[in-house]
């Protein structure tokens, strides 16, 4: 497949401070490829490279085939760019903003522009400095959108949007990988682009921790998984679950008539439907896997977090089925 | 569609609140300052109140020529309070056509887009470019509208020669804003650098004219270049002109420059 941006030994230096220690990635034509990382990663900092209004201290960058310090205006058109910081102050409608950038950047399709405020519920004719962090958010979407260009840079894109705009736009990026754009977009937290994104990177302090497919980060997930069911007692249920293969952490929530157990399974899902298929199961659930708590996990500390938590919580809880 | 010089149409009509504001202050200024000529500066009374003045600050001020139409438009309307506005307009709208649209991060997206750094500077510096040959038109017709009734006798070819002028200056500090402001990505540095131009020419001229011992501050005055020659009584001196308008046009060269070589939003 051919690669829509390719990314060889990036360093980016401010001044002395050197914020990208030399990052390589390849996002493949028609995907959706995801950097993760906390604030100060340097993912706005990649972005800018790559669109070159900031310039790399060192290594090679080729953004649909060109090298973006020289594609000049010919290459910036052929992407959508949304700025991580996005500031809108002109006193212009938010229509008149998009004509001046179709007249930059264009031609857009007709019908195009409405269509999209439409879907986002974006009133384009207020003045752009009048609007909400969201809503300003939502015509950098359009602009970026627009022309339907072969790439699309955007830096966190769902900052501000409640969630059934982050769902419409989720489903925008959907639709432009599946018309063959390629997107490109950042975010602090995870689970806000695992949706969209075949693969992500992880960003940490300018370095790549790693790059993987969300379905390899799928596979090694941990999900948390809570069920109920009658005439078995904690003991046997935290026994049966502890025969099943990746099931850790089990909690007892309620014990008694029916018993309420909480665990996280890590890996295939199979042998612990095996195992539950004899239980007289009266609720259960089993959770989205939470591919965050497992990047964590594999590369930070953090990951343990929840887990820690639950086990304190685990206690008092005991304490009080044993009263009942 | 993709239409001709998109962020020159833009910044020039984006801005017409602000073009219309100082047409606004500039004519009210020429409206209350030349009708009154005839009471003011044409009586032998003004001329008797401005020989008891200091002869230093009727020096600084312009005011030795008061008493003829062109000596009073010169000294009132360029010399002083349209001097004064049009610096202001071209020196705000120099700081913020790079310097302040960077600062706000606005630049960013623009330039994110099929634009080049080298056609934005340049065609914001063309939109500032035709606001000032407006106003400046403005101000040569409103003069050669009040030639008669005010009593001036204003030779109209003069009147535009100092026009020409007027706008000339106004452009070298605009420019100078413009450069730093593309220079550094700060609209602040851009203004004080367009009114250190601004203010810096009007001191020298004021000071150098006192003595011939300081004359040769008046070389590093672009306000005694533009006005040195009184150029509403006797024409412009076209060289200076010449020099206004290609110092100005230089600068803007190199602002397109300064802001290629660089990383913006940083």
């Known amino acids: 497949m051919e690669s829509a941006i390719t990314v060889e030994g990036l360093r980016k230096s401010f001044g002395s401070r050197e914020v990208l220690h030399g990052i390589d990635f390849q996002v493949q034509a028609g995907t959706v490829f995801g950097v993760i990382g906390p604030n100060g990663a340097g993912k706005t900092t990649t972005m800018r490279c790559l669109l070159d209004i900031i310039r790399p201290s060192a290594g090679t960058l080729r953004v649909l085939g060109q090298d973006p310090r020289h594609g000049g205006p010919g290459l910036r058109r052929r992407i959508g760019y949304l700025p991580g910081e996005l500031t809108l102050e002109a006193r212009v409608t938010g229509r008149r903003l998009l004509d001046h950038y179709e007249a930059v950047s264009g031609p857009v399709r007709r019908g195009r522009i409405d269509e999209l405020a439409e879907r986002l519920n974006l009133d384009l004719d207020r003045h752009t400095r009048k609007l909400s962090k969201g809503n300003k958010q939502k015509l950098g979407l359009i602009q970026a959108f627009m022309h339907e260009p072969e790439l699309l840079v955007l830096d966190e894109p769902t900052s501000g949007l409640d969630p059934l705009v982050q769902q419409e736009f989720l489903a925008m990026v959907q639709e432009a990988r599946d018309r063959g754009q390629t997107v490109f977009l950042s975010s602090h937290v995870l689970s806000e682009v695992q949706q969209a994104a075949d693969e992500v990177a992880i960003l940490r302090d300018g370095r790549i921790v790693t790059v993987a497919t969300v379905d390899a980060l799928r596979e090694s997930a941990v999900r948390h998984l809570r069920f109920a069911a009658n005439g078995i007692t904690a003991d046997d249920a935290g026994a049966l679950l502890g025969r099943v293969p990746g099931v850790g952490g089990v909690e007892v929530l309620t014990a008694g008539g029916g018993v309420e157990l909480t665990a996280v399974l890590e890996g295939s899902i199979g042998p612990l439907v095996q195992a539950l298929a004899g239980l007289q199961l009266t609720d259960l659930v089993l959770e989205e896997p939470d591919l965050e708590e497992s990047v964590l996990r594999l590369y930070g500390n953090n990951g343990n977090g929840r887990r820690g938590n639950g086990s304190r919580r685990r206690e008092p809880q005991e304490e009080g089925s044993s009263h009942a | ?266």
């Open chain 2, 1 to 266: 569609m993709r239409s001709p010089m998109p962020l020159f149409r833009r910044a020039f009509v984006d801005s017409w609140r602000s073009t219309l504001g100082w047409a606004a202050g500039l004519g009210a200024a020429i409206a209350l300052y030349l009708p009154i000529y005839p009471s003011i500066g044409g009586s032998t009374q003004m001329q008797q109140m401005i020989n008891a003045l200091p002869p230093e600050m009727t020096k600084a001020l312009n005011y030795d020529q008061i008493a003829s139409g062109p000596g009073y438009t010169q000294a009132t309307v360029f010399g002083l309070i349209g001097f004064l506005l049009m610096t202001i307009a071209t020196v705000s709208w120099g700081a913020a056509a790079v310097g302040g649209d960077e600062e706000s991060g606005q630049l960013e997206l623009t330039l994110a887009h099929g634009v080049t750094r080298v056609q934005l500077v340049f065609e914001r510096a063309l939109a500032i470019v035709l606001r000032v040959v407006l106003l400046a038109v403005l101000v040569f017709v409103l003069i050669l509208a009040l030639n008669d009734s005010a009593h001036l006798s204003i030779d109209s070819m003069h009147l535009f020669g100092a026009a020409v002028e007027f706008a000339g200056l106004a452009l070298l500090s605009g420019t100078a804003a413009l450069f730093v402001g593309a220079l550094s990505g700060r609209k602040s540095y851009g203004l004080a650098a367009g009114a250190a131009v601004g203010v810096l020419g009007y001191v020298f001229n004021a000071v150098g004219r006192q003595s011939p011992d300081l004359d040769w501050l008046l070389n590093f005055s672009p306000y005694h270049w533009a006005y040195g020659n009184s150029p509403v009584a006797n024409g412009a001196d076209w060289a200076s002109a010449g020099w206004l308008w290609g110092i100005s046009a230089g600068l803007v060269l190199l602002s397109s420059i300064a802001l290629q070589r660089r990383d913006v939003g940083s």
